[in-house]
Structures are given as C-alpha cells and as structure tokens.
C-alpha cells in the first residue's frame, strides 16, 4: 500500500525567504509519479509542481522546487522568495497506476511580512 | 472550459436525510474522483471512476454511493446521512488516471446535523 507523510503540521517564513516542506512517501511501484498541491483559504486545490519517479532530474516552477530523492523516498517542496500569497495548506501527493492518489495530512504554510 | 464544476457549494443535513452531491467535467477526461477532506487527515478517497459507466471503492466508500452514467458526471450520494460524514468533499478528473495531473472542483461542505 502506498503511505505518504507529512511531518510538519504547520511551518513560518519571513517574506522573500526560504522554505522547505518535507514529505515522504512508500510504495511498492516503481513507476509512479508525486505531486505538490496548494489550498489556499478558498480551498481551491492548486498543482504546484509534479515530478516523475523514472526521471533524475527535479522538477521546478519558478519559485518553486523539488528534492526528489527515490532511494530515500523523500520528496520536499523548496519555495524561494516567499511571498504573502504562497501562504496555504500544501499537500504532498503519491499515485502509480493504479489510478489512486493518496494524499498526505497537510503542511499548513504562514508568510510573515 | 470550465473545468470541474460541484453542485452544491454547501448544504445542511438532518441525520437520516439523503442527497446527492453532483460533478461535472467538461474537459473529455476520463477518470473521476470523490474525496473527503477532514482536519488533519488530508484528503481520502471515497470512490473513483475510471470510464463511463464503472466505479469502483477507494478508502473510505462506507455510507457512500455513486454513478457514472455519462462521462462528464460523477455523482455522490448519501442514503443516510450520518454526523460523521460532515466534511468538504471534491471532485477531481484526470486524464490518464493516476500519471497525470488531477484536476479539483471547488468543493462542497457538508454538515450533518
């Protein structure tokens, strides 16, 4: 069964900082994909950013980054130049073919200005 | 394109009372999803969908029934409701089913009195 985890309930960083949400995640597959989604208070899920377990390279979106690290099963979200609006719930999420996502409990994320 | 769209946006129950919570899609894909989001515990998967005319149960499918008559709805019902399903439940499709991204309605609140 695939398990993901998210182990820090709530985080703070100062505006135009940087921030690290961790994740980890199991699974048996090995073709399988994870993603990073945003919930912001109107709670909208937003994708973030996506990364393919069969590629090395990590994944980024402008401000946004990935450490994909497949033998130690770690997937953290880097945001760079923290802004107000980054502030949201962020959800790490783990799928294979199986068509099911299973989702982590949530990194609550505060922008302090 | 509107995306996902959920009917309706918040409801109030009575314990025992039924209703059925409606997703559209307008976006061809194939693969549909009903989630409960719940403090602390992420987002679950009820049931899924991976065509026109097929369902199947994900995590926690008790209490809960769907159908998917036509490729673009998903519909959620609840025969009885129970306190404990007050919850926001989205809607989500997908392409490919589970390697590809998920795509999420707005959600709907429930609360069962």
């Known amino acids: 069964a695939q398990t993901v985890t998210q182990s820090q309930p709530e985080m703070s960083v100062q505006e135009a900082e940087t921030v690290t949400l961790s994740c980890t995640y199991d699974t048996s597959e090995s073709d399988y994909y994870l993603f990073w989604y945003k919930q912001p208070p109107s709670r909208q899920m937003i994708l973030v950013i996506r990364?393919?377990?069969?590629?090395?390279q990590n994944a980024t979106e402008n401000r946004f980054s990935v450490n994909f690290q497949k033998a130690a099963k770690s997937f953290s979200l880097k945001i760079s130049d923290s802004q107000l609006g980054d502030a949201a719930m962020y959800f790490c999420?783990?799928?294979?073919?199986?068509?099911?996502?299973?989702f982590g409990t949530g990194t609550r994320l505060k922008v302090l200005a | 394109n509107a995306g996902v769209t959920q009917t309706p946006k918040f409801r109030v129950l009575k314990t025992g009372q039924s209703m059925t919570l409606l997703c559209a899609q307008d976006?061809?894909?194939?693969?549909m999803y009903w989630y409960r989001q719940d403090p602390g515990m992420g987002l679950r998967l009820i049931h899924y969908?991976?065509?026109?005319?097929?369902?199947a149960k994900g995590e926690v499918p008790d209490g809960y029934n769907v159908s998917r008559l036509k490729k673009q709805n998903f519909l959620l019902g609840l025969e009885s409701a129970a306190p404990s399903q007050t919850s926001v439940y989205f809607c989500?499709?997908?392409?490919?089913?589970?390697?590809?991204?998920?795509?999420f309605g707005p959600g709907t609140r429930l609360l069962v009195l």
């Open positions: 990364q393919e377990a069969y590629k090395q």
């Open positions: 989500a499709s997908g392409q490919r089913g589970g390697k590809e991204t998920q795509y």
């Open positions: 999420a783990c799928t294979s073919g199986t068509y099911k996502y299973i």
């Open positions: 969908s991976v065509g026109e005319g097929t369902t």
């Open positions: 976006m061809n894909h194939e693969y």
